[in-house]
């Protein structure tokens, strides 16, 4: 799949379907999902595209064991009501916007990715709430770790979140976001502050997490401005 000014796959109210050990370069949407349910995408290697794989009101999908990287937007992209999707054991390498954005997208699983070296966001929700981070590996991104916007309720445990820098390299950034629980996370060296805290965030829990603070930067441990 190369060279398309629009879509590689495109899917549209079909489901139970799979896609599986494409190679792609120079798309603009390699794989678009719409309306669309139950489908299993895996072992792609997208690259060098714009948006490695976009949902958009799609459910109980599967996205697993694929690389995208190179892109210049997105790694992975669900929006609108894509909820209950499961994004496990893919890479996300060298994006120059985010690596995994989630926007108004909720109960999804995101678990055991490798996420890194992307020119901007590692993990951003928006508006998005009831999903599980886990057991990712997010580093050297040149910008946020983990960002939550308006995000609430969300289950973060056991990632690492390491060395992300810039003039928002932060570990984990939290505005308006409310009820979101971290455990267990290792957040290490990170250029800003480890854990940020603004808007109206409230009422989120953080335990029995590893925090390290950047050598550059000794005293960013947290920072609390939330009103």
């Not at 070296?117 to 590996?137: M, R, V």
């Amino acid at each position: 799949l190369q060279n398309n000014k629009n879509y590689g796959i495109y899917l549209s109210s079909a489901n139970t379907n799979t896609i599986i050990n494409n190679t792609s370069q120079n798309d603009t949407y390699v794989i678009y999902i719409s309306s669309s349910h139950l489908n299993i995408i895996t072992g792609n290697t997208l690259q060098s595209d714009s948006i490695g794989i976009y949902f958009t009101s799609s459910c109980t999908n599967t996205i697993s064991n694929n690389t995208s990287q190179l892109n210049s937007m997105y790694g992975i992209f669900l929006t609108t009501q894509s909820n209950s999707n499961t994004i496990s054991n893919n890479v996300f390498n060298s994006c120059t916007s985010y690596a995994v954005y989630l926007n108004v997208s909720n109960t999804n699983a995101i678990i055991n990715n490798t996420i890194q070296n992307n020119k901007n966001l590692g993990i951003y929700l928006n508006a998005s709430a009831f999903n599980t981070i886990q057991g990712n590996n997010i580093e050297n991104n040149l910008s946020y770790g983990m960002y939550l916007g308006s995000s609430n309720r969300n289950i973060v445990l056991n990632n690492v979140i390491r060395n992300n820098t810039g003039a928002t390299g932060y570990g984990i950034y939290l505005t308006t976001a409310t009820s979101n629980y971290f455990a267990q996370n290792t957040i290490d060296s990170n250029q800003m502050y480890a854990i940020y805290i603004t808007g109206t965030s409230s009422a989120d829990t953080f335990e029995k997490n590893n925090i390290k603070t950047s050598t550059t930067n000794p005293d960013s441990f947290i920072q609390n401005e939330a009103n």
